[in-house]
């Protein structure tokens, strides 16, 4: 294994990308950084203080002074907003669209990208996002883009949401994912797109062994 290796998995809302990224900073040892959860934890943050996600004038009067940290404790990233764990609470749905809302304003993302970057540059890595491997990591080792049809992205996100006890319509569900996929890839300022360089993976009939056997395929190829 090359030293400070970095692997970018880019790709919409319900993929698998964090279930792929997750495992592999276990079968490669390394670091796993979920760049969604920053986004989420900044719209939580709008939601409670009574910001409108898309205004961008409010939302740039906080971005400064955000207090947000990314820990590791027992091997698993925890996500800390004024001081508080949060990580479960952006996981729920509300968080979710506001996240899709705020991640489009320009002075979010900056503030974003610098995080990511300095986390980055420390040690060996996994990112998952929508704009890790053209933005955020160009010169990443291994680009992927993961991928699978809406309604199985849906379904996926409508299980896992069940198993933790929310209240969930499927068809709603859905709708709100066709919505996030549309405003995270027309965003003016990076959006989510392919890398020219990744290479995409279709995981809709692939189950996670599949897709991790075809990543790690390509890993040990190089
Ligand atoms: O991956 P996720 O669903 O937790 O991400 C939440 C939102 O954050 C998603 O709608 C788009 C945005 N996001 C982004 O714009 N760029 C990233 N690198 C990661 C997430």
């Given at each position: 294994m090359q030293k400070n290796i970095k692997i970018a998995l880019d790709g919409p809302s319900g993929s698998g990308k964090s279930t792929i990224a997750k495992r592999l900073s276990k079968e490669l040892d390394i670091l796993y950084l979920d760049t969604g959860a920053m986004y989420r934890a900044t719209a939580l943050k709008a939601l409670k203080t009574g910001i409108?996600?898309?205004?961008e004038r409010s939302v740039s009067e906080f971005i400064d002074k955000l207090d947000l940290k990314i820990k590791y404790e027992n091997g698993s990233q925890q996500t800390y907003l004024d001081g508080e764990n949060v990580s479960d609470k952006i996981r729920e749905p509300q968080v979710s669209m506001a996240a899709s809302d705020i991640s489009s304003l320009k002075c979010v993302r900056l503030k974003m990208v610098e995080m990511q970057r300095k986390i980055a540059s420390e040690t060996s890595c996994v990112l998952d996002g929508r704009?890790?491997?053209?933005?955020?990591?160009?010169?990443?080792d291994y680009k992927f883009y993961i991928t699978a049809g809406v309604d199985v992205r849906a379904q996926r996100r409508y299980k896992e949401l069940k198993e933790k006890g929310f209240d969930v319509d499927f068809d709603k569900l859905q709708k709100e994912i066709e919505e996030r996929d549309y405003n995270d890839s027309h965003r003016?300022?990076?959006?989510?797109v392919k890398a020219k360089d990744a290479i995409e993976i279709?995981?809709?009939?692939?189950d996670v062994e599949g897709v991790i056997s075809a990543v790690m395929s390509y890993i040990k190829k190089r």
């Open positions: 409108a996600p898309k205004d704009d890790i491997g053209s933005y955020v990591l160009p010169d990443a003016e300022f990076s959006p989510l279709d995981t809709s009939n692939l």
